[in-house]
């Protein structure tokens, strides 16, 4: 299964960058470059979607990726 979510992206002023998944709430990450808040998202949004797997929302046996939407 393949889902997208959008990634809204913050330039901190000092450098680095928080993303936020509006969809997932409380789903948040950061990262020293744009590269590294992309992969830190990723794999925010598949721990977040292992959580929800755990208790019961999801089937744990689908296997997932993400296709991840930035707007910056």
Request: charged share 20%; hydrophobic share 35%; net charge negative.
């Amino acid at each position: 299964m393949t889902l997208k979510f959008k990634v809204e992206l913050i330039q901190e002023p000092d450098g680095g960058y928080i993303a936020h998944v509006p969809a997932l709430p409380g789903c948040h990450t950061q990262g020293d470059s744009f590269d590294e808040v992309i992969e830190n998202v990723k794999d925010a949004i598949q721990l977040y979607m292992d959580v929800l797997s755990e208790e019961s929302t999801i089937s744990p046996t689908n296997s997932q990726s993400q296709i991840v939407e930035v707007s910056i």
